[in-house]
Nanobody, 126 residues
Framework: QVQLVESGGGSVQAGGSLRLSCEASGMFFRNACMGWFRQAQGKEREGLATITVPGGRTYVPDSVKDRFTIFRDNAKNTVDLQMLSLKPEDTAIYYC???????????????????WGQGTQVTVSS
C-alpha cells in the first residue's frame, strides 16, 4: 500500500516562501506521476505541479509557474514543491498525490486510483 506523507506547511507572511516535501513509501511503479495539489476553502481542488517518475518531466500551470517549482529525489522517494512570493490567495490545504502511469501528468489531474497524502495547511497572511 502506497503511503504519502507531506511536511513543510505552516504560516508565512505574504512574499515569503515555503518548501513542501512529500515522502512516498510502499508499492512503487515502473512509471508514475507524482504531483502537488491544493484546495482552498469553498473552492475546487487545483493542480499545481506534476512530475513523471522516473523521467522527471514537469508540468506547472501558467498560474503559478513563475513562483512554484517541483523537484523529485528518486533515491529518497520524495517530491518537493518550492513556493516563492507567496500570496494570501495561496492559503489552502496542500496535497501530494501519486498515480499509475504518466498519462495524467500533463493534464495535472489524477485518476480515481491515485493515492493521496493527508494534506498540509499553508496559510499566507497579508
Amino acid at each position: 500500500q502506497v503511503q504519502l506523507v507531506e511536511s513543510g506547511g505552516g504560516s508565512v507572511q505574504a512574499g515569503g516562501s515555503l518548501r513542501l516535501s512529500c515522502e512516498a513509501s510502499g508499492m512503487f511503479f515502473r512509471n508514475a506521476c507524482m504531483g502537488w495539489f491544493r484546495q482552498a476553502q469553498g473552492k475546487e481542488r487545483e493542480g499545481l505541479a506534476t512530475i513523471t517518475v522516473p523521467g522527471g518531466r514537469t508540468y506547472v500551470p501558467d498560474s503559478v509557474k513563475d513562483r512554484f517549482t517541483i523537484f523529485r529525489d528518486n533515491a529518497k522517494n520524495t517530491v518537493d514543491l518550492q513556493m516563492l512570493s507567496l500570496k494570501p490567495e495561496d492559503t489552502a490545504i496542500y496535497y501530494c498525490a501519486l498515480d499509475y502511469g504518466t498519462a495524467n501528468c500533463a493534464t495535472l489531474r489524477m485518476s480515481d486510483r491515485a493515492y493521496w497524502g493527508q494534506g498540509t495547511q499553508v496559510t499566507v497572511s497579508s
